[in-house]
């Protein structure tokens, strides 16, 4: 059996930050041919991109592909919105879990999986902001513990 390698292309660090992530599924995007040559050479931006259903389909919205420069006539819109791949069980999870009040769909990844470019989508909830500042006070304070017991 062959191996299968796996690339992470972009990441979104910044979800980890806001959001409480329940659960994580992976799931397939449809591109077209000059946006897989862009997403290959790194031009991927997650910020600001979330999940949302229409029609018992997932799409990505605000996803940026930077458009491929010799892609010619057929250029795209960089932030169209991309339906996303899931079998029918995790579908209908992932729709599921979504209605629930105060849940979002958020991409935390992309990343090639053999030939195949995937999305981790984790289903979240949002941190609050007094949650949000202690989690920087209590890395603050460990900088500054690290901090001293070194100069000692």
């Known amino acids: 059996m062959a191996k299968k390698f796996y690339k992470v ?3 979104n660090r910044k979800a980890r930050f806001d959001y409480h992530i329940l659960e994580t599924f992976q799931a397939g995007i449809m591109l077209s041919g000059s946006e897989v040559k862009s997403v290959r050479m790194g031009g991927v931006n997650l ?12 799409f990505l919205y605000n996803m940026h592909i930077t458009p491929y420069e010799k892609s010619g006539v057929w250029v795209t819109d960089a932030r169209r919105k991309r339906k ?6 995790e579908l209908r999870k992932v729709i599921g879990r979504v209605t629930e009040k105060g849940l979002t769909l958020v991409p935390l990844k992309v990343y090639f999986s053999g030939d195949w470019l995937k999305v981790d989508l984790a289903v ?6 007094f949650e949000k500042r202690a989690k920087l006070l209590k890395r603050y304070a460990e900088r500054e513990v690290e901090r001293e017991l070194k100069n000692k």
Do not use: H, M, N, T
């Open 9 to 11: 292309i972009a990441e």
């Open 47 to 58: 910020r600001d991109s979330f999940g949302k259903v229409e029609k018992a389909e997932i």
């Open 84 to 89: 996303l791949l899931l079998g029918k069980q």
């Open 124 to 129: 979240c909830k949002s941190k609050k902001k």
